[in-house]
């Protein structure tokens, strides 16, 4: 079985500044990676994946995330949030054998000016 | 294009009540996923289907769930004699195929009093 593991709960980081969220997975097999963005009272919206090739991925809204197998992460980072990055942010990985995908419980991440 | 809609976007019903969440998929999308999101939680997945049938319904908790896709557009989560804690936003997805990405719709949020 899979899981996925978001190690920061809430990230309250101020505007300008640097930001990493960090993601773990377990799995025995390969695995496809994604991480999903859900701003207030919208529904979730994909920033990035990596599926094979290139191990950093760029995404939408200047985000960037690297995957790194030997120590099975995939942590999201952008240099210089903004106000309007403010929103819930999720993991998530289908692994290579079946179609399930298994979402870690969020990461609130909240820019202050 | 229209995305994936879900109806309605909020439904309250009591106990032991049955309900029936609808999805619509983007056109052309031959897999549709189910979740389903506490708060505070990621989503967590229930069933999936590839075209009319489901490929995977090992998520669904338990025999009052059930989901039904019979022309391979339109899907229908029911939910018999409805719990308090069946409490939370039903998330649909769909993919132009298998293990590529999910388009999420905005949700149901359903509340069992």
């Known amino acids: 079985a899979q899981s996925v593991t978001q190690l920061d709960s809430q990230v309250p980081v101020f505007e300008e500044a640097p930001v990493e969220l960090r993601c773990n997975y377990s799995?025995?097999?390969?695995?496809?990676l994604f991480w999903y963005v859900q701003y207030p009272n919208q529904g979730l919206q994909l920033l990035l994946k990596?599926?094979?090739?290139?191990?950093l991925v760029k995404g939408i809204n200047g985000f960037e995330a690297e995957f790194n197998k030997s120590q099975t992460s995939f942590h999201l980072r952008k240099p210089s949030v903004h106000i309007s990055d403010t929103a819930e942010y999720f993991c998530a990985v289908i692994p290579g054998n079946n179609n399930d995908m298994r979402f870690g419980a969020g990461t609130r991440l909240t820019v202050k000016p | 294009g229209a995305g994936v809609s879900q109806t309605p976007s909020n439904k309250v019903t009591e106990k032991g009540k049955y309900v029936e969440l609808r999805c619509d998929p983007i056109?052309?999308?031959?897999?549709l996923y189910w979740y389903r999101q506490s708060l505070g939680q990621g989503p967590e997945f229930l069933i999936y289907?590839?075209?009319?049938?489901?490929?995977?319904d090992s998520g669904l908790p338990n025999d009052r769930f059930f989901a039904v896709r019979p022309e391979g557009s339109v899907s229908t989560l029911k939910i018999q004699r409805t719990e308090r804690g069946d409490s939370a936003v039903y998330l649909c997805a769909s993919s132009l195929q298998a293990a590529e990405t999910q388009y999420f719709g905005p949700g149901t949020r359903l509340l069992v009093l």
């Open positions: 990596y599926l094979s090739g290139s191990t």
């Open positions: 056109s052309g999308h031959t897999a």
């Open positions: 289907f590839q075209g009319t049938g489901a490929a995977d």
């Open positions: 799995s025995s097999v390969s695995v496809y």
